[in-house]
């Protein structure tokens, strides 16, 4: 038996009875980082009145930090390196001994840059958090909610053995390792990926009546961020570069999506996320349209022209050969993504 099928049968045993922590985890140090941009909520909470509900300068330093960069900039920095997830002191410790030199080159960004211009705010307000006791806030009144949420979710039996499969069929020669990525579930209103190839999502998305009002579910979710841990090439990046000074239609677009905090390689992961769940029964065509149609106001253009690309394909590729094949092939090129885009836009919504 391999050792893939063996963690698979540990994993739906694991299910079954009602633990599903072999997927799901917490993290009061992410859930702690990902605090700052809600600061209103914390400081309004009665378990904070008297500390930092009345410290002034612990909310002018939180006000600087978010407008420097997100929670998920700071919890990817956290990621970067070897740290621990549930202690809040060593945590504490990694921001006030971290060096810029000492964060992987792979990893560094304009994000890391931007961390480091406020990390004395970040530290001053750590400590804070700390000091009033965050710990035990979290343990009472956040860990329950997403503890609740976490044990009344279940997974279609065998969904995430298809998914792994379809996953591994676009990661090539370049293994994406043999155990499922963590997933934390942390007290946030949206999802990201992590620089070690985990995430964190909203406990919203485990409310599968919640969801359904969003219109987007946790295992499409779960498909999209695990699409981030596929290797995208500086050639294929350059040749998006390339199109966006060339190409006014698509450009106006990613400007838009860019305004959303997406775009660049996100219209990728959208129209390989749509491909997959279509694929899997998880979409039906009136989805895979209004998804083109509405997310982040339709702007990601490029995403239903990949999408029936990967419709179409016959040779079977690495996602990041085929998609510098598009361009290589000049079946994505300057000048002609406008005319693209509305073709397969109207063969899409005659598939209605």
Known sequence: ???NITLLLILFSTLTFGQNYEVFHTSVCYDMLSSFDKYEKIISNPFFENTLAKDTMFIKDIEIINQKVRPSNIC???ASLPTDKDDVVKCLKFFNSLEQEDVPEKFKGKYVANIFSVMPQIQRVLQKLITANYTKYWREQVFPTL????????????????IHTELAKMAGNDSLGEEYPKIYILDIDNAFSLNDETFCCTPVLL???IAKQYRINFIQVYIHENLHRLYLSKE????LDELYELDAFY?????????HGEGKNEAFIVAAETYISRKLGLRTDSDVYQEFDEYVEGSLVLSPIIYQYLCDEVEKHSFDMFLLNLFETNKIKAGSVEKQYNKIMGKLRNNI
């Open 1 to 3: 038996m391999s050792k």
């Open 76 to 78: 990817n920095l956290y």
């Open 236 to 239: 294929l990046i350059s040749k």
């Open 207 to 209: 409310n599968k009546e």
């Open 251 to 259: 450009r106006k677009n990613e400007d838009l999506a860019r305004k």
């Open 147 to 162: 503890k609740q949420e976490i044990d009344g979710y279940r997974f279609e039996e065998g969904i995430l053995d298809k």
